[in-house]
């Protein structure tokens, strides 16, 4: 049996040479240089599929990674604008922006921080959060606070400038952050030179120019009954939630309280009345429209 055996071992191993050399002569057999460049030509085109594929992800992230940088940010530009822009944000602060300037903000705070920028100048009345700190940024600083009131205004050909209020507030050199100085109320702050100096805030110095022509375009009566309130004599109240979330665009100019009143209830449909010193806006019911 070993014998059979060791035969057809022999018998198949000539039947594969002949095969063999019949597909050589006829040339069907790439020669091993040919293959070895025909692999690598093939593992280079894997490669560089892969780099293709590595590139276009990574391009992807980064410009993912852009855009998060700059979450939707909303710029508001006053460059038409004759009067003062009030505008709340989504924490309760109120900012109000002077003409000719740009400031922008995220629809809503991320977790951590609440960063905007500001080019020109702007009065911020900031609703405070320990947890989130309020971070405005210049051409030249870094401002950040947690909860106060203070102006600033960077200038069109460089500079900068600041005055508190209420509270204190950071105010670091972007250029060198090694630079900070912590302003109080009371206090000013100016970049000169390359530095930043302090000096005495008198009140009314800046002529409260925030208070004058204020404009708010599209916003909720809640907030605006608030600005007005914290700024002028009025006690503005609302009968229901409700009535707070319609929107309004009104322009008030040393106007009395009696007049912003008139006003709100025209261009909202409202009634007003005088409730223990207080003007209480409510819905007009559909009977006495009708009536």
């Not at 740009?102 to 705070?109: C, D, T």
């Not at 106060?148 to 005055?163: I, M, Q, R």
Request: charged share 25%; glycine share 6%.
């Amino acid at each position: 049996m070993e014998y059979i055996k060791d035969n057809r071992q022999i018998h198949s191993r000539e039947a594969w040479d002949k095969l063999y050399s019949r597909l050589k002569a006829e040339d069907l057999i790439p020669e091993k240089g040919v293959k070895a460049k025909n692999q690598l030509v093939y593992f280079g085109l894997r490669i560089a599929a892969v780099a293709l594929i590595l590139l276009v992800v990574g391009a992807v992230l980064y410009v993912n990674k852009g855009r998060k940088s700059g979450v939707d940010m909303v710029k508001l530009n006053t460059v038409n604008e004759s009067n003062t822009l009030i505008k709340t944000l989504a924490d309760g602060s109120v900012i109000y922006i002077a003409r000719n300037s740009l400031f922008s903000y995220p629809q809503e705070f991320k977790q951590g921080s609440r960063n905007v920028e500001l080019k020109g100048e702007a009065f911020f009345d900031i609703a405070p959060n320990p947890d989130k700190p309020f971070i405005i940024e210049t051409e030249e600083v870094l401002v950040q606070v947690l909860g106060t009131a203070f102006n600033v205004n960077t200038k069109d050909h460089g500079g900068f400038e600041l005055f508190v209020e209420r509270g204190k507030v950071k105010v670091t050199l972007k250029k060198d952050p090694a630079h900070s100085e912590m302003v109080i109320a009371g206090e000013k702050l100016s970049a000169v030179s390359n530095g930043l100096v302090r000096s005495k805030y008198i009140p009314g110095e800046s002529g409260s120019w925030y208070k004058q022509r204020m404009h708010f375009k599209d916003e909720k009566l809640q907030d605006i009954i608030t600005v007005l309130n914290r700024n002028f004599n009025t006690n503005f109240v609302l009968a229901n939630n409700e009535i707070g979330k319609h929107k309004l665009t009104v322009t008030f100019q040393n106007e009395t309280p009696g007049t912003m009143t008139e006003l709100i209830c025209a261009a909202l449909n409202l009634k007003s009345q005088t409730i223990n010193g207080s003007v209480v806006f409510s819905e007009i019911k559909e009977s006495a429209k009708q009536n």
